[in-house]
């Protein structure tokens, strides 16, 4: 019922009002209170007098009738004389307390030197409008803030909603308005509208189709890094330098590239018969767009990288960013983007059509110097039993330790996936059962105790994958001890543009690394396997020493 009914139903009961509540009180008195409605309104109705009174003495009614109108006249005309006395005299106090409250406020601003009396009436009295026009315009934007305030609400909440639509989230989009308080606002309704539109426009990609490319630490300093002695060479090799992974994002990008996460692409789903299964996802993006995976290993900067032109370790700084400290060949300690996180965080954020509903890359972990540039393995723990004395002791493992998790957690709140590239960075392909297994069970205790949750990703060391091009079986230990292991996205190298495979209990899929010596290789002419995402004539950086061949 609205309010306009119950108002209406109101005024036409009125006379039952206080008969309806007592029936509500007293339902089984229901009938005699009903019959009593008539003498109710008889006896409480002013203007009426009993019919035995007029019948038994008319004349002294009659006369009684002009005594009592002239008391009551009487009576009024004293009410309302003392009523008028009683305002006159509230309002005389009031005056005089405002008075008194002015010359006292008066005498402190005289006292005090902030009000000066030949001001008012002198030269600077211009001053004096000024301040007083000053006062009314803050007390008028005050008063209009309130007004503003809601039109700002719902600009940051349609930027807000804007960047979800421009990483593809248009469900999310809708549903940040939808459920906002401006959602009836034909504003808010012609942008529903917008990403609904979008959404219907955008094509399921073809999820056999996804390339993924990958990197290993990036390196600032080429000077220090790229020397010409064995260490030299092989991070001259295997590692990207900065320029080029940011020329590598705005090509990619250019070419209509947008990133994802391996979960985007399937995932393990319970049945209704209680059992496990990979499901394949659909992603859906505008026609053109291309899905591509970007992992980076070995996100643990080693002691032996340290002071060789690459970030320290990882921190967040004063904002809670994901950032990188890094000592240059002077020695001079500074926290900036110096590797993947930053880098990639800055492009999407000013790029949010990069990314899949939010997804960054893959962060790859070995164990045994700690990770995310901490010495946090077990190693290092004087209290351990698997301290070893070849490692320095690390004091501050238990901080540490702590601080690891705020970061893994902050790359996960990000965006980014983690990923097992097992504790020793050993070879999957060449190894012994049992020795995976005793890797797998240090990693899990150095490095998955540090997560926010299970890992179930694992990228092969050296690309070396515990099968070839067919399926995984259950006739495969290696597999069968990775699955129990709770891993579920299994990632080796072979360089190719593309190569996916998904069965029931995993999906697999090679990678591409986009490092010294396969973008030299493109670069000098002598192989052509990069053409479909970069061209390597822009990208290469030419401090690199040359040639570049594999070790």
């Known amino acids: 019922?609205?309010?306009?009914?119950?108002?209406?139903?109101?005024?036409?009961?009125?006379?039952?009002?206080?008969?309806?509540?007592?029936?509500?009180?007293?339902?089984?008195?229901?009938?005699?209170?009903?019959?009593?409605?008539?003498?109710?309104?008889?006896?409480?109705?002013?203007?009426?007098?009993?019919?035995?009174?007029?019948?038994?003495?008319?004349?002294?009614?009659?006369?009684?009738?002009?005594?009592?109108?002239?008391?009551?006249?009487?009576?009024r005309s004293r009410h309302r004389e003392r009523s008028r006395k009683r305002k006159m005299k509230r309002m005389t106090h009031t005056f005089i307390a405002v008075d008194i409250i002015l010359l006292l406020v008066l005498g402190i601003l005289i006292g005090t030197g902030k009000l000066n009396l030949s001001g008012i009436f002198g030269n600077s009295g211009n001053s004096s409008k000024t301040e007083t026009t000053a006062a009314a315009e803050t007390e008028e934007e005050t008063t209009a803030a309130p007004e503003t305030e809601p039109a700002q609400v719902l600009t940051e909440l349609i930027a807000q909603s804007d960047r979800q639509a421009m990483m593809y989230d248009y469900d999310a989009a809708v549903e940040t308005l939808s459920t906002s308080e401006f959602a009836e606002s034909p504003e808010v309704q012609a942008k529903i509208q917008e990403y609904e539109a979008q959404k219907a426009a955008c094509v399921p990609f073809d999820n056999s189709q996804i390339t993924h490319v990958f990197f290993h630490i990036l390196c600032e300093d080429t000077e220090r890094a790229f020397t010409n002695d064995a260490a030299g060479k092989d991070f001259n090799q295997v590692m990207t330098t900065i320029p080029e992974f940011e020329a590598i994002l705005q090509q990619m990008y250019d070419r209509g590239y947008v990133l994802v996460g391996l979960h985007d692409m399937a995932e393990m789903q319970t049945q209704e018969d209680g059992t496990r299964k990979m499901v394949k996802k659909q992603i859906m993006l505008p026609e053109g767009k291309k899905a591509f995976v970007m992992s980076e290993d070995d996100v643990c900067y080693y002691e032996y990288m340290e002071g060789k032109g690459f970030a320290d370790k990882m921190v967040l700084d004063e904002n809670g960013k994901l950032k990188l400290q890094y000592t240059d060949?002077?020695?001079?300690?500074?926290?900036?983007?110096?590797?993947?996180?930053?880098?990639?965080?800055?492009?999407?954020?000013?790029?949010?059509?990069?990314?899949?509903?939010?997804?960054?890359?893959?962060?790859?972990?070995?164990?045994?110097?700690?990770?995310?540039?901490?010495?946090?393995?077990?190693?290092?723990?004087?209290?351990?039993?698997?301290?070893?004395?070849?490692?320095?002791?690390?004091?501050?493992?238990?901080?540490?330790?702590?601080?690891?998790?705020?970061?893994?957690?902050?790359?996960?709140?990000?965006?980014?996936?983690?990923?097992?590239?097992?504790?020793?960075?050993?070879?999957?392909?060449?190894?012994?059962?049992?020795?995976?297994?005793?890797?797998?069970?240090?990693?899990?205790?150095?490095?998955?105790?540090?997560?926010?949750?299970?890992?179930?990703?694992?990228?092969?060391?050296?690309?070396?994958?515990?099968?070839?091009?067919?399926?995984?079986?259950?006739?495969?230990?290696?597999?069968?001890?990775?699955?129990?292991?709770?891993?579920?996205?299994?990632?080796?190298?072979?360089?190719?543009?593309?190569?996916?495979?998904?069965?029931?209990?995993?999906?697999?899929?090679?990678?591409?690394?986009?490092?010294?010596?396969?973008?030299?290789?493109?670069?000098?002419?002598?192989?052509?396997?990069?053409?479909?995402?970069?061209?390597?004539?822009?990208?290469?950086?030419?401090?690199?020493?040359?040639?570049?061949?594999?070790?």
Not at 64 to 70: G, R, T, Y
Request: aromatic residues 12%; contains cysteine; glycine residues 6%.
């Open 1 to 75: 019922m609205s309010l306009k009914d119950y108002s209406r139903r109101n005024s036409q009961n009125r006379d039952d009002e206080i008969i309806d509540n007592v029936t509500r009180i007293n339902p089984e008195g229901s009938d005699t209170v009903q019959g009593q409605k008539s003498s109710y309104r008889q006896d409480y109705d002013y203007g009426s007098k009993p019919s035995q009174y007029m019948e038994d003495d008319p004349v002294d009614e009659k006369a009684f009738e002009e005594k009592l109108a002239q008391r009551r006249e009487e009576l």
């Open 329 to 551: 060949a002077q020695g001079n300690v500074s926290i900036g983007d110096y590797d993947i996180v930053p880098i990639l965080d800055n492009f999407v954020e000013a790029h949010p059509d990069f990314s899949y509903r939010g997804a960054k890359a893959i962060m790859a972990f070995t164990g045994y110097n700690g990770v995310l540039g901490y010495r946090t393995d077990e190693t290092y723990d004087a209290s351990s039993e698997n301290r070893d004395p070849k490692m320095k002791a690390n004091p501050n493992i238990a901080e540490d330790r702590e601080t690891v998790k705020k970061l893994f957690q902050a790359l996960v709140d990000d965006g980014y996936e983690l990923a097992s590239h097992s504790w020793g960075h050993i070879n999957f392909t060449n190894r012994e059962l049992a020795d995976l297994q005793r890797d797998t069970d240090r990693w899990e205790r150095n490095v998955e105790s540090l997560m926010p949750g299970n890992c179930d990703i694992i990228l092969y060391p050296f690309g070396a994958d515990i099968g070839d091009w067919h399926p995984y079986s259950t006739e495969n230990d290696k597999f069968n001890m990775l699955k129990a292991a709770g891993f579920d996205y299994f990632c080796n190298v072979d360089s190719n543009p593309v190569w996916v495979q998904y069965t029931e209990d995993a999906v697999r899929q090679g990678r591409r690394n986009l490092d010294g010596y396969r973008l030299w290789m493109d670069y000098s002419g002598e192989d052509n396997r990069l053409s479909d995402i970069l061209d390597v004539s822009t990208v290469f950086d030419t401090r690199r020493p040359t040639p570049i061949t594999w070790n």
